[in-house]
């Protein structure tokens, strides 16, 4: 009845200048979910780092024990090449047999001790084993001939402290998750800021009649 026989078109725009302008409760949950898996992930990167750090450090003790076992060795190769000099000067008579005797009292003390060598690099490979695994996901026990060769330290210059410090800190996973959390308390503040705002929105519509009818209907309003 107060449109043309065609109906009417009508549309509008609302545009809110205060309330809900910059933020609302939709968007700041957007962001602040967002935000919430960005946490998440840095909680992931500081498992994970964790994670490495246990792994290098089970692998050092590794290479420690082997680097052990390789001393034992040469120890025990040394009282035993001795033991042959002191025999043969024994034999001479240049030395009294019981110096002999000593040396092979070290001997099976070296001994002795090479057993205990390789009994903790085999006591670390299994630890190691728990972070070292094969092609098919199962845990692998590292052999001895994987073992490196450790150059001695090479001359360098030192570094700036400062920013390596600085460095290290930038990719801190816990600081990064500061961080996001500081930026999910600013989106919230902000929501709670906008719900003291007045609500003030500027609107605007425009229809038109189709169709036949009175002439006075056929027109725009606005």
């Given at each position: 009845l107060q449109t043309l026989s065609d109906g009417?078109?009508?549309?509008?725009?609302?545009l809110p200048l205060l309330?809900?302008?910059?933020?609302?409760?939709?968007?700041?949950?957007?962001?602040?979910?967002?935000?919430?898996?960005?946490?998440a992930s840095r909680g992931l990167d500081k498992a994970r780092l964790t994670y490495f750090k246990q792994?290098?450090?089970?692998?050092?003790?590794?290479?420690?024990?082997g680097q052990q076992l390789r001393i034992a060795r040469d120890l025990l190769a040394l009282a035993e090449a001795r033991?042959?000099?002191?025999?043969?000067?024994?034999?001479?008579?240049?030395?009294?047999?019981?110096?002999?005797?000593?040396?092979?009292?070290?001997?099976?003390?070296?001994?002795?001790?090479?057993?205990?060598?390789?009994?903790?690099?085999q006591m670390k490979g299994i630890d190691?084993?728990?972070?070292?695994?094969?092609?098919?996901?199962?845990?692998t026990r590292p052999v001895e001939q994987r073992l490196p060769s450790l150059p001695g330290p090479a001359p360098q210059p030192a570094p700036d402290e400062f920013e390596a410090v600085q460095r290290a800190l930038e990719r801190?996973?816990?600081?990064?998750a500061l961080?996001?959390?500081?930026?999910?308390?600013?989106?919230?503040?902000?929501?709670?800021?906008?719900?003291?705002?007045?609500?003030?929105?500027l609107f605007s519509e425009v229809?038109?009649?189709i169709g036949s009818g009175a002439a006075t209907r056929a027109g725009e309003g606005c």
């Open positions: 009417e078109f009508s549309g509008g725009v609302q309330r809900n302008r910059a933020t609302d409760a939709r968007r700041a949950g957007q962001q602040v979910s967002e935000l919430g898996v960005e946490v792994a290098l450090s089970e692998y050092w003790d590794w290479v420690g024990a033991d042959q000099q002191l025999a043969d000067a024994a034999a001479l008579g240049q030395i009294p047999p019981v110096e002999r005797t000593d040396n092979r009292r070290a001997i099976l003390q070296r001994r002795s001790a090479l057993l205990l060598a390789e009994r903790q690099l190691l084993s728990l972070y070292l695994r094969g092609p098919d996901g199962r845990p801190r996973p816990e600081l990064k961080r996001l959390k500081r930026a999910q308390q600013e989106v919230e503040l902000r929501l709670a800021e906008n719900t003291v705002l007045p609500t003030l929105d229809s038109r009649d």
